[in-house]
C-alpha cells in the first residue's frame, strides 16, 4: 500500500496528497491521512492514527479517528507521542 502523492509541510501545517499518505513515527505509530473514502477501510486496519475530511465516525479496528466534523466540534487537535508503540 503507498500513496500516489505525498508532500507533507510541517512548518505551514499544510498536507497536500492525491488519494492518501501514510507516515511512520520513530515510536512505531503510523498515521493516515486519506482523502478519497474508499481507501478509508484500508487505512484504519494499517495505521494508529487516521485523520479524513470524509463524514466517518469511526475506524472498526479502534485506530483513533480524526474528521472534518470532529475538529469543527473541538477546534484543533495536537497528537503527542511520549511511548514507544506497544508491539
Known amino acids: 500500500m503507498g500513496g500516489s502523492s505525498c508532500s507533507l ?5 499544510l498536507a497536500r496528497f492525491s488519494a492518501w499518505c501514510t507516515a511512520t513515527h520513530d ?20 495505521a494508529d492514527i487516521v485523520a479524513t475530511p470524509a463524514r466517518l465516525t469511526e475506524c472498526r479496528s479502534g485506530a483513533l479517528l480524526f474528521t ?3 475538529l469543527r466540534r473541538s477546534g484543533t487537535a495536537e497528537i503527542r507521542i511520549d511511548v514507544e508503540h506497544p508491539s
Do not use: Q
Not at 9 to 13: D, H, M, V, Y
Not at 35 to 46: I, L, S
Open 68 to 70: 472534518g466534523e470532529t
Open 27 to 46: 515510536s512505531g505509530y503510523v498515521l493516515t491521512i486519506v482523502e478519497n473514502p474508499v481507501y478509508f477501510g484500508a487505512a484504519c486496519d494499517t
Open 9 to 13: 509541510r510541517s512548518s505551514s501545517g
